[in-house]
């Protein structure tokens, strides 16, 4: 059996046949990669496709919470621009950017800073 083998393998060798073509011996490696990109990209276009969508949905008298922090009535949305009111007794207002409203709370009663999503 041995033999046989050993004879195989050099007829390959005088052949000029050394086994797969190279791209062939790669595939695994290939598909190992295409696995990490799609576990590492499709939940980043996810969560900034869900970002997208509640910026969207922003509007006036939405309750916000902001990367710093602070949370505000939303008085007025603008472009690039959120005019945020957070004190109510002192009508304090705060002008933000967008980038800077970090979550919308859904219930406006009911705002507990740990539904905020990172």
């Known amino acids: 059996m041995f033999d046989f083998l050993s004879a ?6 005088l052949l000029g046949q050394d086994g ?13 990669l295409g696995v990490m990109l ?8 996810q969560q900034a496709k869900k970002r997208k969508e509640m910026m969207a949905g922003m509007s006036k008298n939405d309750r916000v ?3 710093g922090g602070i949370i505000g009535v939303v008085m ?8 945020l009111k957070v004190d109510e007794s002192n009508n ?7 980038q800077a409203i ?3 709370f859904a219930d406006k009663d009911d705002i ?3 539904q905020a999503g990172s």
Do not use: C, Y
């Open 8 to 13: 195989q393998a050099s007829m390959a060798v």
């Open 20 to 32: 797969p073509p190279n791209w062939w011996r790669m595939w695994p490696w290939l598909a190992i």
């Open 38 to 45: 799609l576990v590492m990209i499709l939940p980043g276009r």
């Open 65 to 67: 919470l902001t990367r």
């Open 76 to 83: 007025e949305v603008r472009d690039q621009e959120v005019i």
């Open 92 to 98: 304090t207002r705060m002008h933000f950017t967008k």
């Open 102 to 104: 970090q979550h919308v």
């Open 112 to 114: 507990d800073p740990s």
